[in-house]
């Protein structure tokens, strides 16, 4: 069902997300007339001056105690439920999902994709695939909206958030940042481009990409110097990355944490956070010698070092 005063659905979760808020409504408008309509009743029947008979009555109290309390609780909680079920298929990206990035930046939104492919402000994506965005900022909070597909996310500086849509139809749609972030918010928007799985394997060939999004890392990888240490024949100790991505890593002080992406980010910005089981902490932090997009490339290429997509967990 659609209501023209909502954006179009252009996914099954822009559905889904539009049925619970009209259940929501008209759950809300029929608690709303069951108060009203006999209020006004009332109010008329019992005018000052009418001739209605006022003889005090006696009900039993417990019974429309426990009535009123015990109906609007059970239906309220059917609405909890289903909210909570669907928040849970919102936020958690589904493992197969093809993998993009997203850097706001005042004012303006970078999506990087695994083949290599840059846009700014555009956002292309193939019909029928799951797409996973993980997205970071690089100054302020910015916030990632796509009215079509009913989803929307913070953008935070120094950490990952992840937001995912699967588009069912072709066409253009609104991309919005929802979060003021200061002169220019309102000109920080774009479009998501949805294009067969053709179209979208051409426009990422025409983009001539030079090296893919793991290539550009394995570069940086070299380029900083981590080879030096994480690498088999190095002289410091440091913890071999290979199939590290998706795995739980035993920490020095007894907790075990899993590598995704905000692991991997904080141990190359932050080395002394979290230090792996068995070793010291010998690493230098590389803030201000990698930026977020560069940040996003190494993690592309420890990604493709193997290892598994995590199981993602319900924040
Ligand atoms: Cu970015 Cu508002």
Redesign the pocket.
């Known amino acids: 069902m659609t209501f023209p005063i909502l954006p179009e659905q252009a996914s099954k979760v822009a559905e889904q997300t539009d049925n619970l808020y009209w259940g929501l409504l008209c759950a809300s408008a029929a608690a709303c007339l069951v108060v009203f309509v006999p209020m006004i009743y009332w109010l008329f029947k019992y005018r000052c001056g009418k001739p209605a008979d006022r003889t005090p009555r006696h009900l039993p109290q417990n019974t429309i105690e426990i009535t009123w309390t015990l109906i609007p609780t059970v239906v309220f909680m059917c609405f909890y439920a289903w909210g909570a079920k669907h928040y849970f298929v919102i936020e958690r990206p589904p493992p197969d999902a093809m993998d993009l990035n997203v850097i706001?930046k005042q004012?303006m939104w970078k999506i990087q994709h695994p083949e290599g492919n840059r846009e700014i402000d555009e956002l292309h994506v193939p019909v029928g695939r799951m797409v996973k965005l993980t997205m970071t900022s690089q100054d302020v909070i910015?916030s990632f909206f796509l009215p079509e597909f009913r989803v929307k996310q913070d953008v935070v500086p120094g950490r990952y958030t992840t937001e995912w849509f699967k588009a069912e139809k072709l066409g253009t749609y609104h991309l919005f940042?929802t979060?003021?972030?200061g002169t220019s918010?309102s000109r920080?928007v774009g479009h998501v481009i949805v294009m067969s799985p053709a179209e979208y394997e051409n426009w990422l060939v025409q983009g001539h990409p030079s090296e893919t999004l793991a290539a550009s890392g394995e570069r940086l990888y070299r380029e900083l110097g981590c080879s030096g240490c994480h690498e088999g024949k190095s002289i410091v100790r440091a913890p071999p990355l290979q199939g590290v991505f998706g795995k739980p890593v035993p920490l020095n002080n007894g907790e075990v944490v899993m590598a995704d992406e905000a692991y991997l980010r904080d141990s190359i910005v932050f080395p002394a956070k979290q230090i792996v089981g068995g070793y010291t902490n010998d690493m230098p932090s590389f803030v201000g010698r990698i930026n977020e997009e560069e940040l996003l490339e190494v993690i592309a290429y420890l990604k493709s070092l193997g290892g598994s997509n995590p199981q993602p967990s319900a924040e």
Do not use: S
């Open positions: 706001g004012w910015h940042c979060e003021y972030c918010h920080m």
